[in-house]
């Protein structure tokens, strides 16, 4: 069976522009589905609306499909406004990622988004009462605990995420905002100064994290090219990409050729790591070993 | 006339038998424990309960007027979810009062198998607004929810109002995690086992205190979290509370090493309605359980003589009220 992929939310605070350029590259790449939505921080929202109405429109008349995914972490009324606008939205399905966007969308069609902890088959079991069609797997999860969810996934379909950033932590804190000596409320939008992430090293200078206004990020970039195969066998229907900074279009062709058998996992790893301009890549969760670790060809 | 609302109940941790009788001992109105194993989110070696001993501790509480609760309140591994339905069919079978769970999955479990069992929400699930209330309480009957720590005083008021029927509980005193529980990898990320897969945050079998002339340096796996001074206390390495680099500074990036003491703010939480107080601290010994549970107790009936008391315990000897107080917003 071919393998679906789909390009998650934009994780950054990236400008208006930014987005339009990127999207504009995406509608044109290898990609069947693209998720929008601000999934991070309800004050970015405000200068996204319109912009995410043209993307969507864009990708639309270029074929593909278009999900929009919901806030993981929604508390306040404005926060919970914006969640049930989403769910009652009828134009394009939506992606839950918290249990009250489940709540709205519950008897509905929809997806489960990766934010929800869907660790077991009877989480799954759940999910797919509530109507999702479609459960993307948490990052953390390894390949061996990935496949007793391919083999009692019936009428759903999996998705692990094989490439980005992790998003490893989500707060009612912003980072940067506390960084800049910023109150949340007040905080100027200072995310956007960094448009990868601002890097969190440890006190010896090692590259650690990412903070991302509310949200933690991995240091390294997560990339299963290695474990495509394995994913396959596992049961997993589709894998999810996130954005990032550097050549997306490249990095998605070549998941689709390794999915595709058009190319080896060794090749799309060199072509990866260019495309990232060097980033250090991680893979260890999938291997059930330090999220950080890089477990290359041989023990995939 | 609306009756008087009643006190909220004292929800006390119970990391061993010792514990739990301390608790009890101090005035605890109600225990929460769990098994010793990855089931409960305190999996901590030479911590937790045997499937006899959680016997034995229900028992315990029946017969000294304490409600207990079976902490299950972590994600099941997919490769065997038994652990986690045979920690509720004990739980169950023992009479506890209630089991506080965190996946979906175990939760239809529990309502499925035993429906007259009572249902709490882990703060581990996560249920940060109304509507995450609501879809636990209507999937599975959920009867109170464990409010995540992301809440100010007015969010907490607004939630019990919109989810009258369902009762709220809230941290008060200990630990504190500054990321929305349930949804860290960090320390799986750093050092391979997490809260919601292990029931383990910053695992002690990967943290490493060394010398380095005058300065401790403290390591989970091989990732420095901490450098403390001569005469600085050198605390344990929890990811989120360490010292970081980033944008040209260096410091405590996420939180400072302090403690939750809501103690001056039980008033405005028990007027906001909620239904329990929650002390953390599963892994800490009788001293704590008893100093913390008599002072917060004085506390709730307007004293302050043991204020001290439990502010002894406080991580870094400070107090924050974390996100009650509008200070992150």
Known sequence: MTLHLT?????????????????????????????????????????????????????????????????????????RADVAALCGQADLLTEANDAGALYHLRGRPHWAGPFLNTYAPGTLAVLAANGAEQVCLP??????????????????????????????????????????????????????????????????????????????????????????????????????????????VAVIAAFRAVADGQADPETAERVIREATGGEPLCNGFLHGVDGTAWVGEAAA | MTPPRPMPELVCPAGTPAALKAAVDAGADAVYF????????????????????????????????????????TFPDATDETPWHRAVDTAARAGA????????????????????????????????????????????????????????VDQVRDTIAAVPDVEMEVFVFGGLCVMAEGRCSLSSYAAGRSPNKDGVCSPAERVRYEQDGAVMVSRLGPHVINRFGPGEEAGYPTLCKGRFKAGGQAGYLFEDPVSLDAGPILPDLAAAGVAAFKIEGRQRGKAYISAVVKSLRETLGGGTARVADRQRFLEGGRATEGAYRKSWR
């Not at chain 1, 290898?30 to 864009?58: I, K, N, Y």
């Not at chain 1, 650690?208 to 949200?215: D, K, T």
């Not at chain 2, 035993?114 to 309480?137: C, F, G, K, M, T």
Request: contains cysteine.
């Open chain 1, 139 to 248: 990052w953390e999860l390894s390949l061996d605990s990935l496949r007793p969810l391919g083999r009692t996934a019936a009428g759903l379909r999996l998705e692990v995420p094989v490439f980005g950033r992790v998003p490893l932590a989500i707060s009612a804190r912003c980072y940067h905002a506390r960084l800049h000596g910023l109150a949340k409320d007040g905080c100027q939008y200072v995310c956007d100064r960094d448009p990868a992430g601002l890097t969190v090293e440890t006190l010896e200078g090692a590259d650690f994290l990412r903070i991302n206004g509310v949200q933690t990020l991995s240091g390294a970039v997560h990339a299963a090219i290695h474990e495509v195969a394995a994913l396959r066998e596992a049961g997993v229907e589709s894998l999810r990409l996130m954005p990032e900074a550097g050549d997306m």
């Open chain 1, 7 to 79: 390009l998650g939310p934009v994780q950054y605070n990236w400008p208006v522009e930014r987005r339009r350029e990127f999207y504009r590259q995406i509608a044109a790449s290898a990609v069947d589905t693209v998720v929008l939505g601000e999934t991070v921080c309800f004050r970015r929202s405000p200068f996204l609306r319109e912009a995410m109405a043209e993307e969507a429109a864009l990708l639309l008349a270029a074929g593909k499909r278009v999900v929009l995914s919901t806030l993981a972490l929604a508390v306040s009324a404005a926060e």
């Open chain 2, 34 to 73: 769990g098994f010793r194993d990855r089931t409960n989110a305190r999996n901590f070696p030479g911590l937790n309960f045997s499937h006899e001993e959680v016997r034995d501790a229900v028992a315990f509480c029946h017969r000294t007027g304490v409600r207990p609760m079976v902490a299950i309140n």
């Open chain 2, 97 to 152: 009062h209630a089991v506080i769970v965190a996946d979906a999955g175990v939760a239809a479990y529990a309502a499925r198998t035993w429906p007259d069992l009572r249902l709490h929400l882990s703060v581990q699930a996560s249920a940060a607004n109304p509507e995450a209330i609501r879809w636990y309480r209507d999937a599975f009957g959920i009867s109170r929810v464990v409010l995540p720590r992301v809440f100010t």
